[in-house]
């Protein structure tokens, strides 16, 4: 793993074909690396244990400004249902645009939205990206370069579908409930491709992905145009974009969240729960800002938060009623005053307690201590309100318990 690491990227292509020689996806390669047993007894691990949840494919979430929401509203107001394209690639590459391997020829892009003109009259043609980007003929709407990626994101979590190669706006849009059409060329649809997706893949090469220090600027088979994303027809990615229009189909719960300035794509079965009883447990008021804040405790729960620890604690199998689940050890490397750490404390069992400062420290719970960034000692009932949330007042010391 360490020569891995140190040679990233260089080796990262050699890396997802090592995973998925062992049936590793994505998902399943992170938790691999980071210690869980994703590998032995696939089949036998028990359901909804750490291992188990470890390798799925978890859901994403994306905090959205509604300061940049005017472009979606403008285009919801026309009254028309529009899809979004994107031509382009990584920025940080030194490549111009369109001389990348994964990038789809530009005839074929045309040819795309003259045949989804013809077939879906009423559709409209939105075209985002950046500097990467190659303007395409025919659209509706071409965007680059004229909005913030703030604002494509709007776009993107309204649109009825995104077509992209296998690029960053593809796993946007998955987080934020929208389908997308992706072409994949010299990238490994096992390894990026996501399952809600119709991922298309000419499967006329191998993928390439740092096959060579200079793969995505020149085709490692010294080929003018790569016939990996050539070979993708217009005509199929087409059938499959009236495919899933025809079915209105969406990523479930496509929704906003209440919380201010955040979208949830999917919200977690137990995510109202998690978060009422830790509100209730830091007798947290809420502001008009999407924050909540109590004069009491000193707690403060900041507007994301609520949708990320709702997040992480449906995602560990960790219950609201009785905080059962896993034995964790967390590290908060926050300033000592989130309500997360307390009501944690307060759902852990007895034990000796340990204590540690912020910013760091352990809780292992359920049947482990808790220290919660104020030196409040765990307790079955947990620490008296006032000492719940506590603001720190002394100097951040490493925590005794290492994380």
């Given at each position: 793993?360490?020569?891995?690491?140190?040679?990233?990227?260089?080796?990262?292509?050699?890396?997802?074909?090592?995973?998925?020689?062992?049936?590793?996806q994505?998902?399943?390669?992170?938790?691999?690396?980071?210690?869980f047993?994703?590998?032995?007894?696939?089949?036998?691990?028990?359901?909804?244990?750490?291992d188990?949840?470890?390798?799925?494919?978890a859901?994403?979430?994306l905090?959205?400004?509604?300061?940049?929401?005017?472009s979606?509203?403008?285009?919801?107001?026309?009254?028309?249902?529009?899809?979004?394209l994107?031509?382009?690639?990584?920025t940080?590459?030194?490549v111009?645009?369109?001389?990348?391997?994964?990038?789809?020829?530009?005839?074929?892009?045309?040819?795309?939205?003259s045949?989804?003109?013809a077939?879906h009259?009423?559709l409209?043609?939105?075209?985002i990206?950046g500097?990467?980007?190659?303007?395409?003929?025919?659209?509706?709407?071409?965007?680059?370069?004229?909005?913030?990626l703030?604002e494509?994101?709007?776009?993107?979590?309204?649109?009825a579908?995104?077509i992209d190669?296998?690029?960053?706006?593809v796993?946007?849009?998955?987080?934020?409930?929208?389908?997308?059409?992706?072409?994949?060329?010299?990238?490994?649809?096992?390894?990026?491709?996501y399952?809600?997706?119709?991922?298309?893949?000419?499967g006329?090469c191998?993928?390439?992905?740092?096959?060579?220090?200079?793969?995505?600027?020149?085709c490692?088979?010294g080929?003018?145009?790569?016939?990996?994303?050539?070979?993708?027809s217009?005509?199929?990615?087409?059938?499959?974009?009236?495919?899933?229009?025809d079915?209105?189909?969406?990523l479930?719960?496509?929704?906003?969240?209440?919380?201010?300035?955040?979208?949830?794509?999917?919200?977690?079965?137990?995510?109202?729960?998690?978060?009422?009883?830790?509100q209730?447990?830091?007798?947290l008021?809420?502001d008009?800002?999407?924050h909540?804040?109590?004069?009491t405790?000193?707690?403060?729960?900041?507007?994301t938060?609520?949708?990320?620890?709702a997040?992480?604690?449906?995602?560990?199998?960790?219950?609201?009623?009785?905080?059962?689940?896993?034995?964790?050890?967390?590290?908060?490397?926050?300033?000592?005053?989130?309500?997360?750490?307390?009501?944690?404390?307060?759902?852990?069992?007895p034990?000796?307690?340990?204590t540690?400062?912020?910013p760091?420290?352990a809780?292992?719970?359920?049947?482990g201590?808790?220290?919660?960034?104020?030196?409040a000692?765990?307790s079955?009932?947990?620490?008296?309100p006032?000492?719940?949330?506590?603001?720190?007042?002394?100097?951040?010391?490493?925590?005794s318990?290492p994380?």
């Open positions: 793993m360490r020569g891995l690491v140190e040679r990233h990227p260089q080796l990262d292509g050699f890396w997802a074909r090592l995973n998925l020689a062992a049936g590793r994505r998902a399943e390669s992170l938790a691999w690396s980071a210690g047993d994703v590998d032995h007894g696939r089949d036998h691990r028990t359901p909804g244990s750490v188990e949840r470890a390798g799925q494919q859901p994403l979430c905090t959205l400004d509604e300061a940049d929401a005017g979606r509203l403008r285009l919801a107001s026309a009254g028309r249902q529009w899809i979004t994107h031509d382009g690639f990584d940080s590459a030194h111009r645009p369109g001389q990348a391997v994964k990038c789809w020829p530009l005839e074929h892009w045309a040819e795309l939205v045949k989804l003109k077939l009259p009423s409209r043609i939105v075209q990206g500097t990467s980007s190659r303007p395409i003929a025919g659209v509706d709407d071409c965007l680059i370069g004229r909005i913030r703030g494509a994101l709007w776009l993107l979590q309204g649109a579908l995104h190669g296998e690029s960053g706006l796993h946007a849009a998955h987080a934020l409930g929208t389908p997308s059409v992706v072409l994949f060329g010299p990238t490994d649809v096992g390894f990026f491709g399952r809600d997706n119709v991922n298309l893949n000419a006329v191998t993928p390439c992905w740092w096959s060579t220090p200079d793969w995505l600027g020149r490692p088979r080929l003018a145009q790569p016939v990996c994303m050539a070979a993708i217009p005509g199929s990615v087409s059938d499959a974009v009236l495919a899933v229009l079915r209105g189909r969406q479930p719960a496509k929704a906003l969240h209440p919380t201010s300035s955040a979208v949830w794509s999917r919200v977690p079965s137990a995510g109202t729960a998690l978060l009422g009883a830790i209730a447990n830091g007798e008021v809420d008009s800002d999407g909540a804040r109590s004069p405790t000193g707690c403060y729960l900041h507007a938060k609520r949708w990320e620890y997040f992480a604690l449906d995602a560990l199998a960790i219950s609201p009623a009785n905080g059962s689940g896993p034995r964790l050890r967390i590290a908060d490397l926050g300033c000592g005053r989130g309500a997360l750490g307390p009501w944690l404390a307060h759902k852990a069992t034990s000796p307690a340990t540690a400062t912020s760091t420290m809780i292992p719970t359920p049947a201590v808790s220290s919660t960034g104020h030196r000692r765990a079955r009932h947990g620490p008296p006032s000492t719940r949330c506590r603001p720190r007042t002394a100097t951040p010391t490493r925590a318990t994380c």
